[in-house]
């Protein structure tokens, strides 16, 4: 059945794609953004290395390619409670979709003033939105995209479960309680920070206002291109590449093309969760054709379709590509190994097949980075957010 869908973040690497397919699939699809990240990419001096168009030349591309429109609406869902209140009221959508958040960890860790945007974009932004969706009492499903990155890092090959632990606690008088419990949170950043927070602003307004909402935990996206994007170049994914927001298997992809060696943190034992662009899509799709019931607990997704160690990954990028591996000191505070294994059998069960590395989608990554090289700024390569002072280059946690 035709859905009215608004998608805030649809300018986004994620949310452009989304709105596409769910225009494709037959809904009613309206974007709201605040161009904020074109900004961002200014101000770094790291614009996308594909040529993003000016919205209105993506949504007449879009016309004309498929015979339908999306509307938009220029909208800061932090600091403009009023209008989104007001597009709500006047949309009534079936479901929201909410990208519209600071996404990038290093940019989070730059300085006080990077913290407290993001914590401030952030929180407000999906704060507003609840208290607009309980005030409005449309029962509008909520799709929000999280992120893997709250559950830690520092896993010792426990299967991440999707949002809740069974526990049992013992009581004084040996009394079992069993409790189910949202997985415990250890951010490793201020963004990663800001999703643990979403994580409790969404129980408390799903118990107390039965808001049926489902938040994805999504592991790194790779990639650029999805079926609809492909149709027009106007409708041309971004690709960022830079140390804050370029994602580490499509840095390494576009490094390769570049001819700079792979920058590997550390010892690249880090283990990660992945997924392709267009998984991403059709997961969102089927999350808003699967929604949770009014009244029952946040539907918490694990949105990844492997895992993979960033060593590993540099050594697959160059042995496809013949690059060279640099091992660099690591800007991040983050474990130097850990192991991770994700369950994701609700997506599973629910019919998704993802596409992993081996399917060989590396190297249309690549004809895309390869196409558009002359476009970036050698000086943006370098990730140069440092988590705490002691990552300064040359010195170690011993120092
Ligand atoms: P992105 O920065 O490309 O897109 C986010 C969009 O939201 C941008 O177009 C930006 O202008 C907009 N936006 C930000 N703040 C806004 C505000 N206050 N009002 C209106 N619009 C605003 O990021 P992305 O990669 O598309 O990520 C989208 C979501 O998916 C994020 O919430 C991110 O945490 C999550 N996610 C992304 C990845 C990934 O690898 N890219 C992985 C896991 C989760
Ligand atoms: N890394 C390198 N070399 C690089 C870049 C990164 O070794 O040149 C390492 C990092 O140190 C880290 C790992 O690769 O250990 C992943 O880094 P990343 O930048 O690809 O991913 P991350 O900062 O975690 O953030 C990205 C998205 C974020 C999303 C998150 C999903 O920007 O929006 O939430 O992936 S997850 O990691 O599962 O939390």
Redesign the pocket.
């Given at each position: 059945m035709p859905l009215s869908i608004l998608v805030?973040?649809g300018?986004?690497?994620?949310?452009w794609p989304t709105a596409l397919h769910l225009s494709r699939l037959g809904h009613a699809v309206t974007i709201?953004?605040?161009?904020?990240?074109?900004r961002i990419a200014d101000e770094l001096d790291a614009p996308s290395l594909t040529p993003i168009s000016p919205m209105n030349d993506r949504l007449t591309a879009w016309r004309r390619v498929s015979g339908r429109t999306i509307d938009f609406v220029e909208?800061?869902?932090?600091?403009d409670f009023a209008g989104l209140r007001a597009l709500l009221a006047d949309l009534r959508p079936d479901a929201v979709v909410h990208?519209?958040?600071?996404?990038a960890a290093p940019y989070s860790m730059r300085d006080t003033r990077r913290k407290t945007y993001t914590v401030d974009?952030n929180i407000n932004?999906t704060h507003n939105l609840l208290a607009v969706l309980a005030d409005l009492e449309h029962d509008t499903h909520l799709v929000h995209?999280?992120?893997?990155g709250v559950y830690g890092y520092d896993g010792d090959g426990l299967e991440i479960p999707e949002g809740y632990l069974d526990v049992t606690v013992e009581g004084p008088d040996g009394t079992r309680y069993p409790r189910s419990i949202l997985y415990p949170t250890r951010p490793g950043s201020v963004y990663h920070l800001t999703?643990s927070l979403d994580q409790l602003m969404f129980a408390f307004y799903a118990r107390n206002d039965r808001l049926r909402i489902t938040d994805l935990h999504?592991?790194?996206?790779w990639g650029t291109q999805t079926a609809e994007t492909r149709l027009d170049p106007a409708l041309v994914n971004?690709f960022d590449y830079d140390g804050d927001?370029g994602?580490v298997l499509n840095r390494f992809l576009m490094q390769a093309v570049a001819g700079h060696p792979l920058t590997v943190h550390g010892t690249g034992g880090q283990t990660r969760a992945f997924i392709n662009i267009q998984d991403t899509v059709r997961c969102v799709a089927l999350a808003i054709a699967n929604p949770p019931a009014r009244g029952e607990p946040v539907k918490i997704l694990n949105q990844a379709a492997e895992t993979h160690r960033v060593r590993d990954l540099a050594r697959l990028v160059a042995e496809v590509t013949g690059a060279s591996v640099e091992y660099v000191d690591n800007p991040r505070n983050e474990a130097a190994e850990n192991d991770l294994r994700v369950s994701n059998a609700t997506f599973r069960a629910l019919g998704l097949d993802p596409i992993l590395l081996r399917d060989g989608l590396l190297a249309e990554t690549t004809e895309i980075a390869a196409k558009y090289i002359d476009r970036h700024n050698p000086d943006a390569i370098a990730a140069t957010a440092l988590w705490t002072r002691d990552n300064a280059p040359g010195l170690s946690s011993a120092d």
């Open positions: 805030l973040g300018d986004g690497f994620c949310g709201a953004d605040n161009f904020s990240r074109r909208l800061d869902i932090a600091q990208f519209a958040e600071q996404r974009n932004g995209l999280g992120t893997m999703k999504q592991g790194i996206v971004r927001y994602t």
